[in-house]
């Protein structure tokens, strides 16, 4: 995800990836429908110590801009370098992760405007 001085933060297990994805073509208008839930581990070494927590995304749909969509980062430690790793991934990795989703959801819609081969 991100590199924090002297540590690295990394995804470590998607633990859940469930919902649906429809694509529908109706009288020649495009429509791509989607309900998501996903639950990503992370982990964080930093010197001789692993902070561990998880993403979650309860409900990422296209009813909601995955700008506002709800992204919850979690830590298993309470101590103050988890905290500042959490508040790490809020702001520098969740971005990215919007973004990455806004690029898969854009790319789907582009691919299925043409008619499948």
């Excluded at 010197?47 to 801009?65: A, R, S, V």
């Excluded at 969740?94 to 854009?106: A, H, M, Y």
């Amino acid at each position: 995800m991100f590199d924090h001085e002297e540590s690295v933060v990394k995804t470590t297990e998607i633990k859940k990836f469930e919902g649906e994805v429809t694509y529908c073509n109706r009288k020649r208008k495009h429509m791509f429908f989607y309900e998501l839930q996903i639950h990503l581990s992370w982990e964080a070494c930093i010197q001789d110590k692993t902070i561990k927590g998880e993403i979650k995304i309860p409900n990422l749909t296209e009813d909601e801009p995955i700008a506002s969509t709800h992204m919850q980062v979690t830590t298993s430690s309470k101590d103050t370098t988890a905290n500042e790793i959490k508040k790490r991934i809020e702001s520098d990795a969740i971005p990215k992760v919007r973004t990455l989703f806004e690029q898969i959801f854009d790319d789907a819609r582009e691919r299925f405007k043409e008619p499948l081969v």
